[in-house]
């Protein structure tokens, strides 16, 4: 999301229709006016949805406050000095993002303020684990993908009964002995 941001940056003012002139032109530095010029022609060479999509941002981009636009800056600069490859990666994730219907990028932004909501050693189990799950073989994640799939179709009755089953598991295998933990407060806990 930080990424539409930084293209505000990037986002001139609508220039004046073919044929006529920029006012204050003259006012311009040589490099100033050459960049206003490539505007002006990359704007004649829009379609009316472009120039519509233009004029939007440009708009949101007034309606930032200072410290908005200078992080939009930061980010943009931090996008250029990526590797090729991680800012293909990002610009395909951010295709993927528009792409998405509203209703689930509402909900992912929910989510999102949700996890920023999470005490830090919550969101760090959280990012330990998702890194885990990463690290697993791909045949390891694809099972557990559709074991997750599987589990947001059930109904909470039949996910209560797999709860029961596994529980049922646990005990029925035999236990394994573990030795005190480093801190000496007890058994050690068994890897999840």
Same mark, same amino acid.
């Given at each position: ?36 010029? +490539? ?9 009316p949805e472009q ?43 951010f295709q993927r993002?528009?792409?998405?219907p509203d209703d689930?990028? +509402? ?17 760090? $189990?959280?990012? $330990? ?35 029961? $089953?596994?529980? $049922? ?24």
């Amino acid at each position: 999301m930080w990424l539409a941001a930084t293209a505000f940056a990037q986002a001139p003012p609508p220039p004046p229709p073919a044929g006529a002139t920029i006012q204050g032109l003259e006012r311009l530095s040589p490099e100033e006016r050459a960049a206003a010029e +490539r505007n002006l022609e990359r704007w004649r060479g829009m379609t009316p949805e472009q120039r519509e999509r233009a004029i939007e941002n440009y708009r949101h981009w007034k309606s930032l406050s200072p410290d908005e636009r200078q992080n939009a800056r930061q980010n943009l600069q931090r996008f250029r000095q990526m590797p090729p490859g991680e800012r293909a990666r990002i610009m395909q994730d951010f295709q993927r993002w528009n792409q998405l219907p509203d209703d689930r990028k +509402r909900e992912l932004e929910r989510a999102y303020e949700r996890y920023q909501q999470l005490p830090p050693d919550r969101r760090q $189990q959280i990012q $330990q684990r998702y890194e885990r799950y990463q690290s697993l073989p791909p045949e390891q994640r694809e099972r557990m993908d559709r074991n997750l799939e599987r589990w947001r179709t059930m109904t909470p009755e039949q996910r209560q009964q797999a709860r029961e $089953q596994m529980r $049922q598991r646990r005990q029925s295998a035999p236990r394994e002995i573990r030795p005190p933990r480093d801190d000496g407060s007890g058994p050690g806990r068994r890897p999840r």
